[in-house]
């Protein structure tokens, strides 16, 4: 009995909060970040901890669940790796950049009445990235 008090008590103990993934306000990749991070934080990153990780992640994701079991069809997400699943997700809401596209919302950006030159400077940084 003291062997399943003291396993229930260390699976118990949480370090730091692992908010769901929400698309429209979450980048994938900075997402999968924390992920990784409150991973080690609970020593989850062994290879051994792999469904667990997974089980993790399909629970934060559960309001974008829909879109990846469309794609991982005729599969389930959980028998796809956690690379494969944020692989996916990163498809899904973050498609590739059309450079020409790009560089003519660059190119056509002009300051707007009321906006100072940092912001505009900001502006137009954030667009070069693209």
């Known amino acids: 009995q003291t062997n399943y008090t003291t396993l229930a008590t260390r699976m118990a103990v949480r370090h730091g909060k692992l908010d769901e993934f929400h698309h429209g306000t979450d980048q994938v990749e900075e997402y999968k970040e924390r ?3 409150y991973c080690v934080a ?22 974008d669940i829909q ?13 796809r790796s956690l690379e494969d699943l944020f692989s996916l997700l990163q498809k899904h809401y973050e498609p590739r950049v059309i450079v020409i596209a790009e560089r003519f919302r660059f190119y ?23």
């Open 67 to 79: 879109p990846i079991k469309t794609l991982v069809r005729p599969s389930k997400p959980q028998d």
């Open 42 to 63: 609970n020593e989850l990153s062994a290879p051994e901890h792999d469904d667990k990780r997974k089980a993790i992640f399909l629970t934060c994701v559960h309001r």
């Open 108 to 130: 056509k950006r002009q300051q707007r009445e009321g906006e100072s030159i940092s912001q505009y400077h900001a502006e137009l940084r954030r667009l070069a990235k693209k």
């Open 35 to 37: 992920f990784t991070l």
